[in-house]
């Protein structure tokens, strides 16, 4: 084949393989848009005083998703404070001491297997292990979120350190600093934005979690602070009020929905805006 029908054929395959991937581009967002205007649509209906003062009501009549916000709060909370530690630990050792031994290799392994776990499997595992022993609870559910959230933190905080150049700790060491002080003092400062980054990320997760909760936290239809006993949350009460025949509770589904993405969305640029700091303070 000359050059210039080589070179000719060339363009043709680019031409269309850039046409294929646009198109493919457009559909997928077309799609997304019309899924971001029915939840605008139909959940902004409901975006009212009541929806944040308010009880999830009877049937029929008017109230909010005040009980689920706050269960949904409290159990995010807790699965962060049981997960993001654990996490951080983990992904420490990998970084500073796994990379040489085989078991590194290994963790890393079952963490991938973890991370890409379907998240009713970690319900049904805590179901197992937790609920049978204490009941559904808060407790529970928030159990089972903080094994999504492990994983995440698990990956990320090991990538970050391993992002530290190896400069820095060889400096620390040269001084006579232990190393538990170069990790804390010098690993972690450096490596904070993006170890934040996977906490807000693995927060934005579970926020709308169902699975995991409909097996552990169960829910139920009034204000509740004990963490030892059923509590409600925002995606469970999705799940019941959205498949309900009463037009409130749809309503107040939809509502939960769109909140739901509002705060996924600030989460997710919270996160972004720690990545953006910390590449503008290394510049």
């Given at each position: 084949m000359s050059a210039p029908a080589l070179y000719l054929r060339r363009r043709v395959v680019n031409v269309v393989a850039l046409l294929l991937s646009c198109a493919t581009a457009i559909f997928g967002l077309i799609f997304l848009a019309w899924i971001l205007w029915t939840l605008i649509a139909k959940g902004i209906a409901g975006i009212n005083l009541n929806l944040f003062t308010m009880n999830t009501p009877p049937p029929m009549q008017d109230g909010g998703l005040l009980n689920a916000f706050f269960g949904s709060a409290v159990m995010c909370v807790l699965a962060i404070v049981i997960g993001a530690p654990l996490g951080v630990l983990a992904g420490t050792w990998l970084s500073e001491y796994g990379n040489a031994r085989k078991a590194g290799t290994v963790v890393r392994f079952v963490n991938d297997i973890l991370l890409s776990a379907p998240s009713i499997v970690l319900g049904l595992f805590?179901?197992?292990?937790?609920?049978?022993?204490?009941?559904?609870?808060a407790l529970a559910g928030a159990i089972s979120l903080a094994f999504i959230v492990l994983p995440v933190v698990v990956r990320t905080t090991d990538e970050m350190l391993r992002l530290v150049p190896p400069q820095m700790r060889e400096a620390a060491l040269s001084l006579g600093v232990p190393q538990w002080k170069v990790t804390m003092q010098v690993l972690y400062r450096s490596a904070s934005a993006g170890i934040i980054t996977g906490i807000l990320l693995a927060l934005a997760r579970i926020s709308g979690?169902?699975?995991?909760l409909l097996f552990t936290a169960f829910g139920n239809q009034f204000w509740s602070t004990n963490v030892f006993r059923p509590m409600a949350s925002v995606p469970v009460v999705m799940n019941q009020f959205a498949g309900s025949p009463y037009e409130s509770w749809q309503t107040l589904a939809w509502a939960g929905a769109l909140v739901l993405t509002v705060f996924v969305l600030l989460?997710?640029?919270?996160?972004?805006?720690?990545?953006?700091?910390?590449?503008?303070?290394?510049?």
């Open positions: 805590v179901y197992a292990m937790v609920v049978s022993v204490i009941g559904f609870s979690e169902t699975a995991p989460v997710s640029l919270g996160a972004r805006f720690f990545l953006l700091r910390n590449r503008i303070s290394n510049d």
